[in-house]
């Protein structure tokens, strides 16, 4: 047996606030691991930028501390990140922008103006990506528009990701996965967009080369070497987005089965074998590999409602108030007493995708107390999701299985709302490494270490399956419909909140952090 069959490959996913690199063999087993974090900045309302350096140190760290916990040779580096991040780097490929990150929300009007005109809704078709503030192409519009003089003397726009891969291999390209998330991809020639391009005001030579997700580079720089213990000659798979690595990390890989995930935010994906986008509008689809395809939506507030829960309703609790609040909650009825929420504190994206919105309790009464208060809250996210869900059933979708991942999985009560809000049972997978694990698995095709992704479902082990109880099902089916419309019924009250912002108090900052 070779070396390179008794090595490891190493999946380094970038998150939002940390990154960390996870060694795993080609049975799927996790052999080595480490992270490294940094903050998420807030100097403005609305705003969400990083400082590449700080990420690239955090990698060099991550993936150190992985490769000296190793008795056993790297195969390769697989890559994987958060979607939506755009920096702007001079001639030289040094950042002269912050990175700006997915919940960066600055963008908000010029995605609306955009989101406004006919040629939008196709726009989002062809490209697979939501008109949203979370996307490049609106932020693109606002540098040109807000910071003209920047915006002229940056010579690339590039993604965390793609800047990384500068900075490890000296090689300017950008996956196919990653590229369906900018809003500048034409996801069904995988090209770049010339309409979405000429909105943007650049050319496509101010845009990384296009490379599959399977594409390989031949090695690190001698710096990158030094500094993580890795020979020169390493491999680095150049890898794909956290979204649909997370598919690939629950072993849904197969149609009918669909990824769900809570973590502080929370998304519903499903993988098919062709890209396309539902005629509303209302899901993403990018790129994994030319054969597979992540459809499905992502929402903003996840376990961030709970955290909020936390500190705005039970202060008293501290900051540890998690299973307080949880057995709390689960004193209060299915349906919370009549009581609604939309959770959208951090705005929303999936299925509307708009910047808009802002939380809401509806159907409050004398009788109410904290407990149906936070119970809808947990509620709220879970109809969220199931709002997902039924838009990517309407984009063509069979969804007959869920997997799940993420903290919300260590609530029992939080489990079976989710099995009870869809509909259908939900199982949740043994531990794995997410989009981590998804980038070896990649990474590994692409050296070809394993026959093909597919090996994914079976190295998945269920560790738990919860199946929904007949009659809070049928609440929540009853309960699902308005929820729904008080969206829309709401909408007039969010433009005039938002038309009265100036005038009014200045709004106080989130407390915490999207991740």
């Known amino acids: ?69 190793l008795d056993r040779p790297v195969t390769a580096l697989s890559l994987c990140s958060a979607m939506h991040s755009l920096i702007g780097l001079d001639a030289s490929g040094t950042p002269i922008t912050p990175s700006i990150t997915w919940a960066d929300s600055r963008s908000a ?59 490890l291999c000296d ?97 519903m994906r499903v993988m098919v074998e062709r890209p396309g986008v539902d005629p509303l509008g209302g899901v993403f689809c990018y790129a994994l590999t030319e054969q597979r395809w992540t459809v499905g939506g992502a929402i903003n507030n996840g376990g961030i409602v709970l955290d909020w829960a936390g500190e705005a309703l039970a202060p008293e609790l501290g900051p540890d108030a998690e299973d307080k ?20 504190l951090l705005s929303e994206r999936a299925p509307n995708w708009s910047a808009l919105p802002r939380g809401a309790y509806v159907g409050l009464t004398h009788g109410h107390r904290r407990r149906h208060l936070v119970r809808a809250a947990l509620e709220g996210v879970c109809q969220q999701l199931a709002l997902v869900l039924g838009a990517i059933r309407a984009a063509g ?15 029992p009560l939080w489990r079976q709302m989710l099995a009870d ?18 980038a070896a698995l990649l990474g590994m095709e692409a050296l070809g270490l394993v026959a093909s992704i597919d090996v994914a479902a079976e190295l998945v082990d269920i560790d738990e399956a919860v199946r929904p109880d007949p009659a809070a099902a049928a609440t929540y089916a009853t309960l699902l419909p308005l ?17 009265l912002a100036p005038s009014l108090p200045p709004e106080p900052p989130p407390v915490a952090p999207p991740k």
């Open 171 to 267: 090689a300017l390209v950008t996956d196919h996965s990653m590229a369906s998330a900018t809003g500048l991809l034409d996801i069904h020639q995988l090209a770049w967009d010339s309409e979405a391009l000429g909105i943007a005001g650049i050319t496509s030579m101010q845009l990384p080369e296009l490379v599959p997700t399977t594409h390989v580079l031949p090695g690190v720089t001698a710096e990158v070497a030094a500094a993580t213990g890795l020979p020169r000659d390493t491999p680095v798979v150049v890898g794909a987005g956290d979204g649909p690595l997370a598919n690939l990390g629950l072993g849904v890989v197969a149609p009918g089965m669909a990824a769900c995930s809570i973590g502080a935010s929370g998304a």
């Open 421 to 438: 809000v869809l509909g259908m049972p939900v199982r949740f997978p043994a531990g794995r490494g997410g989009s981590g694990f998804g």
């Open 483 to 499: 929820f729904s419309e008080l969206y829309e019924a709401l909408v007039p009250a969010f433009f005039t909140l938002r038309r």
């Open 397 to 411: 979708n069979e969804v007959h299985e869920v997997r799940a991942s993420g903290g919300f999985a260590r609530s």
């Open 109 to 167: 009007r010029q995605a609306e103006r955009l989101r406004a005109v006919p040629s939008g809704l196709t726009l989002h078709q062809r490209t697979g990506t939501p008109i949203h503030p979370m996307a490049p192409l609106p932020k693109l519009l606002w540098y040109a528009e807000v910071e003209p003089e920047l915006f002229g003397r940056v010579a690339y726009w590039v993604g965390i990701k793609d800047w990384l891969l500068l900075r």
């Open 325 to 344: 609040l949880l057995a709390e909650a689960a004193r209060a009825p299915v349906g919370s007493g009549g009581l609604l929420m939309l959770p959208y």
């Open 1 to 69: 047996m070779t070396d390179r069959a008794l090595g490891v490959v190493i999946g380094v996913d970038v998150g939002t606030t940390s990154t960390k690199a996870a060694a795993y063999d080609t049975r799927g087993r996790l052999v080595a691991h480490h992270s490294a974090g940094y903050p998420l900045d807030e100097p403005h309302p609305g705003y969400a930028e990083q400082d590449p350096h700080r990420i690239h140190a955090a990698v060099i760290e991550a993936v150190r501390g992985a490769v000296a916990g």
